[in-house]
């Protein structure tokens, strides 16, 4: 279905550059992302139904009434909301929050969440017009759209003629739709980079934004610009009435970062102050709009599974220590004493206990936390204590980037110095092994093709004797499609991605996690990928289970419905694993 | 015979009332749940909401000081109807047809708060791995990894949990298995290891863990000092063979 919309996404492009010299123009869609658009006119509006809430001379925050009266909710300033004016009363516009400013600090009151409905005072909501959208990260579910296309950090505003909203009206299979129209900028384009028209029913897109006026954003736009332009963006400029209340920069907390900081007992966390774009373009590159989706079309040849989206997080099984700060305190049972401090991005393993609570709350000045019982498995000794919950995430979720480590690597192999292009290059490869395997892994129940379950079932690999826990290696230069996952009988696997798209599989390894081995990173030839395991009936010796495929196919390497019970493109490792242990060790089995 | 004097008389009468009030107090327990929060603020007219979390945060667990929780025969059944509950759910999660959707209702189903994570790519292979934030009393760590294979259909290829230690552990699990699936004789057995073949592709294994076998795990925290003797249950595909194949030592 991507791959369709991709297709037609760049025939409508071809057509629409020989007609006109717009802006690509798309739709947005909770379930399908960003959705070229087709036959649509533009027409202005009276008004468009987004407001930006922001309160005027009190303070930082307004009430969000309940339909009965009875009850309300902290709205915080620069919140996005969604008016209904059939609903509205005198002094009173009906509204629901659309997008809650990710800066936001703990609040001492229950404060407004996505979706929330009820009535705000007509004087604390102003004109989009006057403010310039930044999308953040997104929801689990909008954040591989997001991601996908590299949206995120981009600047949205209203589009405007005449002052006056616009949108396009569009007719499909029957049915006409008014959508809101935005002029969507990226960091190095002074044009906009697309016109996205947003039907004000999917707006998910819009849960995790930072708003900006107009003057805020231009500055925030050129400080991540390599030659910012003298003036402002012709664009970003806007004629309007300019906010009357004096709220403090989001620039002032991006330029005051503290350079190495210990973070006080439990931080706020402000997710502004980290690293604004995960994947900075680069320098010179045009940024457009198809050329991000067609970049990105072989990662997402799937249909999104709406059911799945929901809970579904495009990360390594890894929780990390998620803060800005480099430090965080690590704290006893009764949370009033300071075990020792973690770091930032620090490794976690939230405890399940049997009997005991693995979760209880604290006051810390006047802010109630929820602390969990977490493991630290890269310290020795005490290493078990509690975190605030908020602070431990899985890494895909921590917008904080983890910092690359120097990978080990044992020892440069001896093979022919040169460019490995696929796996029948003449420079290709080293040995998974660091020594010579124990016993021959040509013959025997260790070959590849040995018969299993009385032949029902071939060996799929040739299985590598060595020491338990000595170091697997990587034979070639490549990138980990899957990291460690659980394998057979208490050992585990990981997948790397060869050059020429060969695929190996490292099984039977410990579960001893080597820095760097996470799903996407980058591997050398020889580089340490884990530690050779035993299974845990006792049967059977250390060894490394070695797995090649071609890569001519797509899938997991394991399925069903064959004897090897891996995939159709399944090599037999044995020649290549005998010419690279002739070249690594001087001779073979 | 002597007598008993009013003086004596109260203090015993006291005595039995300070007993009856700590007898009283003791089953009482305290309330995990944080309630009601002052308004602090001047700048805002907000009336103070009475905000009740819910009791079931992540990674909680019955509070200790309920007489339920105290009680050991108590502890001990609700331990083994989750033993139950999860042996079957792992016996219905590799019939034929089952889904991994499915897998996920029951989960969320039994409150045990399931989420997913995902790697790969359709290129080389995604990898789900579906876990839960609430486990069952008794059990703990649900594992689950579901592959998509070159058809895009996906499919478990491994799946497991823990039943905490105990004298009987293993011999329960034995038994919860045996309750749950069809299982014909053993190929393997030892006093801490038991695996039988399911079918042609999949095999279940339940292990005694000693202190190495806690060790270097990448998904689950341990504590040697209370975590040996966890029982694990485990359904997997098939690498090796069957034990009298075994490799040769």
């Known amino acids: ?589 | 015979m002597r007598k008993i004097s009013s003086k004596h008389l109260l203090l015993l009468a006291f005595l039995l009332l300070l007993i009856g009030a700590s007898l009283l107090f003791s089953k009482k327990g305290v309330s995990p749940v944080v309630s009601g929060k002052k308004s602090t603020t001047a700048a805002t007219q907000v009336q103070a909401l009475t905000m009740v979390e819910s009791a079931r945060t992540s990674f909680d667990s019955p509070t200790p000081n309920s007489s339920a929780a105290q009680d050991p025969t108590a502890k001990e059944r609700r331990a083994q109807r989750s033993l139950e509950t999860m042996s079957r759910l792992l016996a219905k999660a590799f019939a034929p047809n089952a889904t991994m959707e499915q897998v996920i209702q029951e989960l969320a189903a039994t409150g045990q708060k399931p989420f997913t994570t995902r790697t790969g790519d359709p290129a080389a292979g995604r990898l789900t791995i579906l876990r839960t934030k609430s486990p069952l009393p008794g059990t703990r760590y649900f594992h689950a990894q579901y592959f998509t294979d070159e058809q895009g259909k996906v499919f478990p290829q491994h799946m497991s949990f823990e039943f905490k230690p105990g004298p009987r552990s293993m011999q329960e699990a034995v038994q919860a298995a045996t309750n749950n699936f069809r299982l014909g004789q053993a190929t393997e057995q030892k006093s801490d290891f038991i695996q039988w073949n399911l079918d042609d592709d999949y095999v279940l294994w339940i292990k005694k863990k000693s202190a190495i076998d806690l060790e270097d795990d990448p998904f689950n925290a341990y504590d040697p000092a209370k975590d040996v003797g966890t029982v694990q249950m485990s359904v997997e595909m098939k690498i090796h063979g069957d034990a009298h194949e075994g490799h040769e030592h």
């Not at chain 1, 809650?100 to 989009?128: E, I, M």
């Not at chain 1, 220590?321 to 939230?350: G, H, K, M, Q, Y």
């Not at chain 1, 009385?454 to 000595?470: F, M, N, P, S, T």
């Open chain 1, 1 to 589: 279905m991507s791959g369709l919309s991709t297709v037609l996404s760049l025939a409508f492009l071809l057509t629409l550059s020989v007609s006109e010299a717009s802006s690509p123009r798309y739709s947005w869609s909770d379930t399908k992302g960003f959705v070229p658009l087709e036959g649509c006119r533009i027409a202005p509006l009276s008004e468009a139904p987004f407001k930006v809430m922001e309160a005027v001379g009190t303070g930082l925050a307004a009430n969000l009434i309940s339909s009965d009266g009875r009850s309300s909710l902290v709205v915080e300033n620069r919140s996005l909301v969604k008016t209904n004016k059939a609903l509205s009363k005198p002094g009173l516009e009906a509204v629901q929050i659309v997008g809650v400013p990710t800066s936001a600090s703990p609040n001492h009151h229950p404060t407004a969440k996505v979706r929330n409905q009820g009535y705000l005072a007509t004087n604390a909501l102003q004109d989009l017009g006057n403010y310039v959208l930044e999308i953040k990260a997104g929801t689990p579910q909008t954040r591989k759209w997001l991601t996908s296309s590299r949206m995120t950090g981009t600047f949205w505003q209203l589009s405007l003629e005449n002052d006056r909203p616009l949108s396009l009206l569009c007719s499909s299979g029957g049915t006409a739709k008014s959508l809101i129209l935005f002029d969507v900028y990226a960091a190095n384009q002074q044009e906009p980079i697309a016109q996205v028209g947003i039907d004000p029913k999917q707006i998910s897109i819009f849960e995790k934004v930072q708003i900006h006026s107009v003057d805020e954003a231009d500055q925030v736009l050129d400080s991540r610009m390599e030659n910012p332009p003298e003036n402002h963006r012709q664009s970003l400029v806007a004629g309007g009435k300019v906010p009357t209340v004096s709220v403090s920069s989001p620039l002032e907390t991006i330029r005051n970062l503290p350079t190495k900081k210990e973070a006080p007992e439990v931080p706020a966390l402000k997710l502004s102050d980290a690293k604004v774009e995960t994947k900075p373009v680069a320098a010179g590159k045009e940024q457009t709009i198809e050329s991000i989706i067609e970049d990105s079309e072989s990662d997402s040849g799937e249909e999104v599974d709406e059911e799945e989206a929901e809970e579904t997080i495009d990360s390594d099984m890894e929780y990390v220590v998620c803060i800005n700060e480099d430090t965080l305190a690590v704290r006893d049972d009764s949370l009033e004493e300071i075990l020792f401090r973690a770091e930032r991005n620090e490794t976690v393993l939230p405890v399940q206990s049997w009997d005991e609570k693995d979760a209880q709350k604290k006051t810390i000045d006047e802010t109630e936390y929820t602390f969990i019982k977490v493991k630290f498995p890269e310290r020795n000794g005490k290493n078990i204590g509690w975190l605030a919950q908020e602070y431990v995430r899985l890494e895909g979720q921590c917008p904080v980037p983890k910092a690359e480590k120097e990978e080990e690597q044992i020892s440069t192999p001896v093979i022919p110095q040169g460019v490995i292009k696929n796996i029948n290059s003449a420079s290709c490869c080293g040995f998974p092994t660091v020594k010579r395997p124990n016993q021959s892994y040509l013959t025997g129940m260790r070959r590849f093709k040995a018969g299993r379950s009385k032949g029902r079932r071939l060996h799929a690999a040739c299985d590598l004797y060595r020491v338990h826990g000595e170091t697997a290696v990587s034979v070639a230069p490549g990138k980990v499609v899957n990291g460690l996952y659980k394998f057979y009988q208490g050992t585990y696997a990981l997948e790397i991605q060869h050059p020429g798209g060969f695929v190996a599989r490292y099984g039977e390894l410990t579960g001893k996690k080597v820095s760097n081995m996470g799903a996407g990173k980058n591997v050398k030839l020889g580089q340490v990928v884990g530690h050779i395991g035993t299974v845990n009936s006792g049967c059977c010796k250390p060894m490394l289970h070695f797995e090649l495929y071609s890569g001519t196919k797509k899938g997991s390497l394991s399925r069903k419905g064959n004897k090897f019970q891996r995939r159709t493109d399944l090599i037999d490792p044995s020649s290549h694993l005998r010419k690279w242990e002739k070249l690594e060790f001087g001779s073979g089995y």
